[in-house]
Nanobody, 120 residues
Framework: QVQLVESGGGLVQAGGSLRLSCAAS????????MGWYRQAPGKERELVAIITRGGNTNYADSVKGRFTISRDNAKNTVYLQMNSLKPEDTAVYYCNTQGQTSTLREFVSWGQGTQVTVSS
């Protein structure tokens, strides 16, 4: 089993910054990709940013230039630096990882979610 522990959410004023962290642990052989999704009330979950083991990244158009995703492969941890936050960034943010377990089975894991609230 692979567990994800998220941290770093909270309440911030518009224009402020937050940094989210997500650490993966358990029977991990390798992690292929790590990413962040978010879900606002009444909306579907959407991709925010994703990063591969090699460092390739992809961002939602709405966060390009404001958010930066990074990862520490040695620590199986992914970060999301969020700058210039807007009220429309308010959502529950979920960490997602995909890879192989120590028995070489594919896995997809989700974190429990962390609330980000941006006040105007």
């Amino acid at each position: 089993q692979v567990q994800l522990v998220e941290s770093g959410g909270g309440l911030v004023q518009a224009g402020g910054s937050l940094r989210l962290s997500c650490a993966a642990s358990g029977s991990i052989f390798s992690i292929r990709s790590m990413g962040w999704y978010r879900q606002a009330p009444g909306k579907e979950r959407e991709l925010v940013a994703i990063i591969t083991r090699g460092g390739n990244t992809n961002y939602a158009d709405s966060v390009k230039g404001r958010f930066t995703i990074s990862r520490d492969n040695a620590k199986n941890t992914v970060y999301l630096q969020m700058n210039s936050l807007k009220p429309e960034d308010t959502a529950v943010y979920y960490c997602n990882t995909q890879g192989q377990t120590s028995t070489l089975r594919e896995f997809v894991s989700w974190g429990q979610g962390t609330q980000v609230t941006v006040s105007s």
